[in-house]
């Protein structure tokens, strides 16, 4: 006998989450509490379409999420300081990530450049950008598995380098 049952979108991304190992992946690599404010905001950007996160606060208070504490301006501020310096946790992420690829990987790699206003971002110089805005911009490398459909490493580098270096640089920091 089939029964239906009401199912919501966070039901939903609580499950994805779970059966594709991401949340796992995430909490072994952060503390807890970080872990769980991170699968939170990534929820809710998939849950509301990108959506700004000044919306959160009162979005989060009508969905269960992972972070039972209310994600405030200064949550997500600290969160993304802290984030962005925790390299080990980032590259730990993406080891647990490309531990679970198949036999004999075929991997691609995207170089792109991201033009950039602030001035926070060390890896930001002036270069070479399609837009041609004039604003200084910044060199994202990512590598996904072609196979598994999984992004498994990225890499900032400064806006003002070369293509062809980029690539070798990140294959030299991948080994």
Same mark, same amino acid.
């Given at each position: 006998m089939a029964v239906r049952s009401h199912t919501k979108l966070t039901d939903i991304l609580k499950w994805a989450g779970w059966a594709s190992g991401i949340?796992?992946? #995430?909490?072994? *690599?952060?503390? /807890?509490?970080?872990?769980?404010? #991170? +699968?939170? #905001?990534?929820?809710?950007? $998939?849950? /509301?379409?990108?959506? /700004?996160?000044?919306? #959160?606060?009162?979005?989060?208070?009508?969905?269960?999420?992972?972070?039972?504490?209310?994600?405030?301006?200064? $949550?997500? *501020?600290?969160?993304?300081? +802290? $984030?962005?310096c925790n390299e080990d946790g980032v590259q730990r992420y993406f080891m647990c990530r490309a531990a679970m690829l198949a036999k004999n990987p075929v991997i691609a790699l995207d170089s792109t450049t991201i033009s950039t206003y602030s001035e926070n971002q060390i890896e930001a110089r002036q270069g070479f950008s399609k837009e041609k805005n004039g604003l200084d911009i910044i060199k994202l490398i990512t590598l996904y598995?072609?196979?598994?459909?999984?992004?498994?490493?990225?890499?900032?580098?400064?806006g003002n380098i070369p293509d062809v270096i980029s690539v070798e640089n990140t294959l030299a920091q991948m080994k």
């Open positions: 949340d796992s992946d #995430i909490y072994g *690599s952060f503390h /807890t509490g970080d872990a769980a404010k #991170i +699968l939170s #905001i990534a929820r809710y950007w $998939v849950a /509301t379409d990108g959506n /700004t996160l000044p919306r #959160i606060e009162s979005w989060q208070n009508m969905h269960n999420l992972p972070y039972p504490h209310d994600i405030s301006e200064d $949550v997500y *501020s600290d969160l993304f300081k +802290l $984030v962005g598995s072609v196979k598994d459909h999984e992004l498994i490493a990225f890499a900032k580098q400064s």
